[in-house]
Structures are given as structure tokens and as C-alpha cells.
């Protein structure tokens, strides 16, 4: 998907994938690749906010951070990104970062609101306190849940709970992958799970001195399955929208029947859609007078 290899910079190249999205634009018509045109475009936007924020780090407060720091700016509405199904008390070494983003953003953009994807964000970490240093990369729920440990040697759960403010479901991935990496330790208790002692592994070691640490994968919600459905769903309307422009053009003239079935026809190899959905998209291009529909109920007619 175009979007987690954008948000995680694992394109092959950005020429890659304009090529993609001109090849897209040139089957399907410019409507079914605007969103993928305008998340290339927040990319690249967002390089350039960066550069200025940290130019603008060199004569004020940003220069005072005491984490290298960039970010994304994503259109909402462009990006089929699930929503934070958990609240997350950000560490303070973060919030600094955000207020000062914040602060510098409104600069530029007066009046628009920036909603922090913390579930999306990732981090790179170093160790000091053992003989060797490692360096690696967490999520910021990760992160979080690390920082705790620069206070004290040991938390129970439910002191890990309170502190990061992640709802148990995401709080238990979390920890499970930084148990599993050998980072930190677990001392199970009787009974009640909240009671669970977690300590700092002080004796972790790794053949690498840069690594990863993977999260545990977890089954999609009720929500998130709900979410992804309408995804699909609406790019599954700009696509048979973009069909039906590209068969209209083609043909000036044709009758309903004759319209369906060659969409039908041509959107098969994808995915096979239904007669209902299809004469939405009609309707949809009636009234956005890409096509129009004769004085004969059943005939259409492409509007230059």
C-alpha cells in the first residue's frame, strides 16, 4: 500500500512512484489517483516544513530540543490511516518536541489543527546504561513505555497502565515486544495479572549494535475491521466511477444494460462488483454531469 510505504520510507524511489500514479491516473482518470497524488504531495510538503523548522531551530526555542525531530503533515482525508483506538500520555522528552511543532506550524498554517498519530509514529532509542551501546528503533508506544525506566528500576503493570495512559489491549502488545526483544524483564505474579513486576534487563546483550524492535501483531477490531470495509469500499466507487467515465468517453452513447455489463466486464480482473454499486456510481456521474442521462430512461449519453 502506497501509504505505509510512504509514512515508513520503504519506496523504492519517489520516481518509482510517480510513474505508478501517472500509469494509475492514465487507466483509471485523475479522480481515482487524486488522494494518491495528494499523499506524495504531503510528503514532500512535509520535507520542506522540516527544513524550515529546522532553519528556524538555528535562531530560536527549536534549538533548544534535545531529540532530533521531524515529522509528517498528513491531509486528513487523503490517507486511509485507522484512527488511535488508545489514549497515550506523552513523555515529557516528546512534549517538548510537539508544544515547539505546534507553536512553529501555526506560523505558517494560522487557524488549522494538528491531531498527533502517536500509534503511526516511531522513534530511534539508545541504551547507556549497559558496558555496549545499542541503538534501535521503537514505536512512541514503545518509547513510552522505556522512558518510564530512566526514573526507577521497576513497575508493576498497572504503575505502567497509569503512567503511559494506553488502554490494556495495547498496553499488553507493547510490553509482550519489549519482553520478547529481552529488553525488559517480566516476574509474573499469582492471580492478578496488574501485580506483574517489569525491570530493566540489565544484562540484555544482541549480536547487533542497530536493531528493530517488532510489535506483537494483534487481530483488527471490530472498529478497525468496520474502517478498512469503507475504505475499500469508497476506493472501490472511484475506481468503477473511473470505469464507467473511461467507457462512456469511448462509446458516447449506451444503454444501461450494456453500461453495466461492460463495467462488470472490465472490473472483474480487480474485484467483482455489484449491480447496486454501479448504479450509485451512475447516479454520482449524472450529478457531477460527467455523463447524462437521454430523454429514454435507459440511455446515457458522455458529457465533453
Not at 538555528?58 to 483506538?85: C, H, M, N, R, Y
Not at 549497559?130 to 525506566?149: D, P, S
Amino acid at each position: 500500500m502506497l501509504a505505509k510505504r510512504l509514512i515508513h520510507a520503504t519506496s523504492v524511489s519517489d520516481d518509482a512512484e510517480k510513474v505508478m500514479i501517472s500509469g494509475l491516473k492514465g487507466a483509471c482518470g485523475f479522480e481515482y489517483t487524486s488522494k494518491l497524488q495528494r499523499m506524495f504531495n504531503d510528503i514532500q510538503l512535509s520535507q520542506e516544513i522540516n527544513e524550515k523548522f529546522r532553519l528556524a531551530g538555528a535562531e530560536s526555542e527549536q534549538g533548544k530540543l534535545d531529540v532530533d525531530f521531524t515529522i509528517l503533515v498528513l491531509t486528513a482525508g487523503s490517507w486511509p490511516l485507522q484512527t488511535q483506538a488508545s489514549n497515550f500520555n506523552v513523555p515529557g522528552e516528546l512534549e517538548k518536541c510537539m508544544k515547539i511543532f505546534s507553536k512553529f506550524y501555526n506560523t505558517l498554517h494560522n487557524g488549522r489543527k494538528l491531531n498527533w498519530l502517536h500509534h503511526l509514529s516511531k522513534g530511534d532509542v539508545k541504551l547507556l546504561y549497559l558496558k555496549r551501546k545499542y541503538e534501535f528503533q521503537a514505536t512512541n508506544y514503545q518509547i513510552g513505555v522505556l522512558l518510564l525506566f530512566n526514573n526507577q528500576r521497576t513497575f508493576t503493570r498497572e504503575d505502567i497502565l497509569t503512567n503511559t495512559g494506553l488502554n490494556p489491549a495495547e498496553l499488553n502488545r507493547t510490553l509482550q515486544s519489549l519482553v520478547d526483544c529481552k529488553l525488559i524483564i517480566v516476574k509474573k505474579s499469582e492471580g492478578n495479572d496488574l501485580t506483574d513486576e517489569f525491570s530493566l534487563n540489565m544484562s540484555f546483550t544482541s549480536k547487533r549494535v542497530r536493531f528493530k524492535i517488532t510489535t506483537v501483531l494483534q487481530a483488527e477490531t471490530p472498529q478497525q475491521s468496520a474502517e478498512t470495509r469503507k475504505v475499500i469500499e469508497e476506493d472501490r466507487k472511484l475506481y468503477l466511477q473511473a470505469t464507467i467515465v473511461r467507457i462512456m468517453k469511448a462509446r458516447k452513447s449506451l444503454k444501461h444494460n450494456l453500461l453495466v455489463k461492460e463495467v462488470i466486464e472490465q472490473a472483474k480482473a480487480r474485484f467483482h462488483p455489484n449491480v447496486v454499486m454501479i448504479k450509485k456510481c451512475i447516479e454520482q456521474l449524472i450529478e457531477k454531469e460527467y455523463i447524462q442521462r437521454m430523454d429514454q430512461s435507459d440511455l446515457y449519453h458522455y458529457v465533453a
